[in-house]
């Protein structure tokens, strides 16, 4: 995205004061904007918060159907999990599988749960060293960036709890 205050070109047009010589001078500047980059990524931190806030739902539903995917997989591979009673541990590798197949509801609660862990957790910890270099160098933006992962963030929470609490209106859509 080019930066709008340079237009891309790198250098804006600016008054300054020269403390050197004590003079005011105008001239061309290096824009301060994108720092002479001319490439700006997203404008504000309400920008920012969408953006996060639409990657981080899009992973959390994203990885509840992987996670969906799996457990029916793996219900359909091992069918004799349905005629058991009752598990005990919820450490037991079966233990979701066979919540899938009687409780579906509770099912749904857990793994929403941890979708939603995992979501806050795994994405930023791979985004981060991708973006890292850009947070550093340009401050301003990086500051945009952190105000709007936390909105993103504090966002993605309640997506999490009326996905969960709509599950059983949205599995007939699909
Ligand atoms: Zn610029």
Redesign the pocket.
Known sequence: MT?P??EGN?Q?WEKWYDFDTETWITGYRT?T??RGS?I?YLYSSVSYALAFFFGLSSSFSLIFAVDYGATALRLDWNPWVKDVKEVRYWFNPMYFVWLFHVNRKKWVEWTTALSLIATLIVVPMIALPLTSYQLISTPMLGQNIFAGWLIGTVLTIPFAIAWYQNYEDLSKLL
């Open positions: 930066c205050k340079c790198r804006v824009c904007n994108c001319g700006v």
